[in-house]
């Protein structure tokens, strides 16, 4: 390794790639926690509910998937598409958001529903077959935009299958951020990682021994007020959860390192927290201190423990972090 020369400091390392859309359960904020539970050492990289992608973004920021095969699933088309269009065509996709934000500074609240209801509801509905919506850079860029000026940054479709969020308040929205854009393409275009539209429990069939798989379901409502698990047209409730802890039992009895994130609900813990085959498996139950950001009441916004499940052991953190249950 050839040293700097004295007197001429080191280059800053590259900014760290966040996700680029705002998503119902994105897990920037537990970020800290799940560090705790990344092995040292894995093969490939499995996240089946990619979502915003946060955990996939931190450990590809970290150099942590450098020469590893990252597969990263999600079943909503909106999100596969327009994640699929940045990777491939990122200037087209800047450009057309270029033209947006222009839009947007002339006439913020009417501008958002002429592209919501005049351009972005026909032309998803016209790309749309057999389940999946053929992004374009437009259609993405539309898409980015809706999502940084929505209500929320939510993403939500009617009975109809039409993006109905409506705008919200931002003073000054960062619409287009080239450099953020073309970080996210880079980092989903490198030679190792897929990305596929495709249910949750296909990872049953990919993973292998060794494999480090992330699972972040839509979580179980804590109350029968809060409900958000709704960001994709397919319903995830108690059947899906329970399909879903016998495949993280699965993939630890197959040697895969699982780690599984989750609300405190009482149907949780009793998949989890003290599960005769859970804990056969070796899965642990970790309650964790996060915070809600998306709900309609400020008041609902705010600090929750959730769960993080894993048969990983846990590294060396600072007192007071995490307690186990």
């Known amino acids: 390794m050839i040293a700097a020369s004295p007197g001429v400091p080191a280059a800053a390392p590259p900014p760290p790639v966040r996700p680029l859309l705002k998503w119902a359960g994105g897990k920037r904020q537990l970020l800290p926690h799940i560090r705790r539970f990344v092995p040292d050492h ?24 450098a020469g590893r095969p990252a597969i ?43 592209v919501r209801d005049g351009r972005f509801n026909p032309a998803r509905e016209k790309r749309r077959h057999d389940g999946t919506i053929a992004y374009t850079p437009a259609l993405a860029a539309m898409l980015i935009y809706l999502n940084r000026t929505g209500f929320n940054g939510l993403f939500r479709v009617n009975r109809q299958g039409r993006f109905n969020v409506p705008a919200g308040r931002y003073a000054r929205p960062a619409i287009c951020d080239a450099d953020h854009l073309r970080r996210v393409s880079a980092a989903l275009r490198g030679p190792h990682v897929r990305l596929a539209l495709t249910s949750f429990d296909a990872v049953e069939t990919l993973a292998q021994a060794g494999d480090f798989v992330y699972l972040d379901p839509p ?74 950001a998306i709900n309609a009441r400020a008041t609902g916004r705010g600090p929750v423990a959730e769960y993080l499940i894993t048969n990983l052991p846990e590294r060396e953190t600072e007192p007071g972090a995490a307690g186990r249950c």
């Open 219 to 292: 979580y179980v409502p804590v109350s029968r007020t809060a409900h958000f698990t709704a960001y994709t047209p397919c319903p995830f409730g108690p059947a899906e959860q329970a399909r879903l802890q016998q495949i993280a039992i699965a993939l630890a009895r197959r040697g895969c390192g699982v780690l599984l994130s989750n609300s405190t609900a009482p149907d949780v813990a009793r998949l989890y927290d003290g599960h005769p085959e859970a804990v056969a498996a070796g899965l642990r139950a970790y309650r964790v201190p996060a915070r809600r």
């Open 42 to 65: 894995f093969p490939r990289y499995l996240e089946p509910f990619f979502g915003s992608g946060a955990v996939f973004f931190d450990l590809h920021s970290r150099g942590l998937l």
């Open 72 to 114: 990263l699933l999600d079943i909503n088309a909106d999100l596969v598409g327009c994640y699929g269009a940045v990777r491939d065509e990122p200037e087209a996709v800047i450009a057309a958001l270029r033209r947006l934000a222009r839009g947007h500074a002339q006439a913020p609240e009417a501008h958002y529903y002429r």
